[in-house]
């Protein structure tokens, strides 16, 4: 569907090139000689030398046929010869394209003798030199008649309208052509900002995972060192613990003996007064 809608555009910019090229001049022209036709109405109005001329009858049937435009190049009359073809004006003030066939002096004066390829006979009248219009160049076939409506005022209009409208319509879908490039490079740039978006969300995530992670590793390293302790002191509470040595009296001692205690008797008694002064010590320093 995105390919049909670009060769459609493209087919309109093409057509509308294509009828600005051929119509365009075809306007300028016909301005041009409707201006020169006003403005010199005594004269043919021509484009640098040339002048169109819109073939009305078929008097020259064979070489040039009724609907043709032909043209004609301004030339000097007196370098015409017999076989040329001619566009001259009539008495009747009316130009006509004949051949010459004959070229005559009249009272000092160059005349010729024109006649159509068509017609039985020659024309009634001479053609000076003055009344040449041009030399025959070449044909267009069957534009004389299109070129003949052309020149209609309503015709000009019409085409001057078509034109605008082909413009309106080219601008139209130009405009239409940027808006959907701007829309897509939009879509495209909103695209890439909810990705990048997406990726930041996406690192910070990770981020705060690995954060958790690793308060958890700290957190149960902590425990396993609790722990540890906790086994370490426990074992020491299990281990027994040894019997302190009593602070021996020497001269205690010999009173002992001589009072008829044993060796043993008297260390078991010694060892209970150090224990009765622990006790005393501990209940001191908890009050």
């Known amino acids: 569907m995105k390919k049909g809608k670009k060769w459609y555009k493209s087919f309109s910019s093409w057509l509308v090139i294509i009828a600005s090229i051929i119509l365009v001049p075809i306007l300028i022209a016909n301005i041009y000689i409707i201006f020169q036709s006003k403005t010199n109405k005594d004269k043919v109005p021509s484009v640098f030398g040339y002048k169109p001329f819109i073939v009305l009858s078929g008097s020259m049937e064979g070489k040039i046929h009724k609907g043709d435009l032909i043209i004609t190049k301004k030339v000097d009359p007196t370098t015409l ?17 004949h051949r010459i066939i004959d070229i005559v002096e009249n009272n000092g ?14 024309d009634h009248n001479l053609v000076s030199l003055e009344d040449v219009e041009g030399i025959y160049v070449g044909r267009i076939s069957g534009f004389g008649s299109i070129m003949k409506s052309l020149s209609e005022p309503t015709t ?17 879908i130009s405009m239409k052509k940027d808006k959907d490039l701007e829309r897509e490079e939009f879509l495209k740039y909103k695209m ?58 020497i001269r205690v001692v010999k009173a002992l003996q001589d009072r008829g205690f ?6 078991e008694l010694l060892l209970s007064r150090e224990e009765e002064k622990n006790n005393d010590s501990d209940d001191e320093l908890m009050w």
């Open 109 to 122: 004066h160059t005349q010729f003798i024109t006649k159509g390829d068509n017609n039985s006979t020659q």
């Open 192 to 249: 890439l900002k909810e990705q990048e978006t997406q990726q930041k969300e996406q690192m910070l995530k990770e981020h705060e995972l690995e954060k958790q992670n690793e308060l958890q590793r700290q957190q149960e390293i902590q425990r396993q060192h609790e722990i540890q302790n906790r086994e370490e002191i426990r074992y020491q509470e299990e281990q027994p613990r040894p019997k302190p040595r009593p602070n021996i009296d």
């Open 81 to 97: 010869k017999v076989k040329d073809i001619i566009a001259f004006r009539d008495a009747e003030n009316t130009v006509t394209t």
């Open 262 to 267: 044993t060796k043993e008797e008297i260390l």
């Open 156 to 172: 000009i209009l019409a085409l001057a309208l078509i034109i605008t409208v082909l413009f309106v319509i080219g601008f139209m």
